[in-house]
Each structure stands twice: as C-alpha cells, then as structure tokens.
C-alpha cells in the first residue's frame, strides 16, 4: 500500500531554489571576477602613468644637467607634470572606485553562498524527511500484511478457518 509522499511539492520547490541560489552564486561570482580584473586594469594603468611621469621627469633632469633647456621648456615642464599628477590623481580615485566594487561583489558573493548554503540546507532536510517517510510507510506496510497475515494463522490454529466444501 504505497502512497505518494505528501510533500514532493515541497521537495521539489526546493530543489528548484537550490538551482535558483547556484544560479545566482554564479552570476555573482563572475561579477566579483570582472571587478577583479577592473581592478588590476586600473593598478597596471597608474602603475603604468608613473612609469611614464618618472620617465619624463629624467629625461627632463637629464637636459637640465646638460644644459639644453629653455625658458619655454621649464614652462612646459611644469605643465606637463600639473596633468601628470592630476592624471595619477584620477587612476587613483578610479582604483579607489574599483576596489570598493571588488569589496561589494565580493560581500554580494558571501551573502549568496549563505542563501546557496541555507536552500541546501532546507532541501537536505526534506530528502532525509522523505527517507524517514519512506522507511516509516514500508514498516507500516510490512505490519499490516503480517497482522493480516497473524490472523490468517491464529484462525487456521483455532479452527475457524474455512474448511473446503467436502471437508465438514
């Protein structure tokens, strides 16, 4: 006398939320790798930007000790290292921007594993409630077909079993 579990409908809305929580995990965790990689553009980009300001700046040096520099060129100097550091400034603040991102998809990866964690959670404590279902409807099984079965025996013993038409 197998019935059908009660809570399959449960069971199987959780598993669909266990696909929904992994399917979200995913997406965060390519966000938290994109923001990665922004980040470490933007590191190589003002790594980059100093690279060419101390560059300019011994080139600078260099024709200064030689003693090839103009008036126009100091001026120029000056100019170019204004924007030089107003450039670093800004691949700074753009690191900055990009770190608090990486900060943020990562916070965003934590909490979706947790929700991930707790949709397993409640899924596994469904599967285990259906095993026990199970088991507990077989040993209800096997105890109605041997009290059936008792019955059939302790009649046969005591005689009120029924006897075939020509045995009376």
């Keep these: 006398m197998s019935r059908r579990y009660p809570l399959a409908p449960l069971g199987s809305a959780r598993q669909t939320q266990v696909r929904q929580r992994a399917g979200d995990l995913a997406e965060r965790m390519k966000q938290t790798r994109r923001a990665v990689d922004e980040q470490r553009a933007a590191v190589r980009a003002t790594a980059a930007e100093r690279g060419r300001n101390r560059q300019v700046a011994d080139e600078e040096a260099a024709r200064l000790r ?32 990009t ?17 991930l964690a707790d949709a397993r959670a409640a899924a ?8 026990r279902w199970q088991r507990d409807s077989s040993r209800r099984d096997e105890n109605v077909q041997q009290e059936a079965s008792d ?16 045995c009376r």
């Design 66 to 97: 030689a003693g090839r520099v103009r008036a126009a060129d100091l001026v120029q100097a000056a100019q170019h290292r204004c924007g030089a550091e107003q450039r670093v400034r800004q691949l700074e603040e753009a690191q900055r921007a």
């Design 99 to 115: 770190s608090s991102r990486v900060a943020a998809a990562e916070h965003d990866e934590a909490r979706a594993r947790a929700a």
């Design 124 to 131: 596994a404590v469904v599967d285990r409630h259906r095993e």
């Design 151 to 166: 019955e059939v025996w302790a009649s046969a013993r005591h005689g009120r079993a029924r006897r075939p038409e020509g």
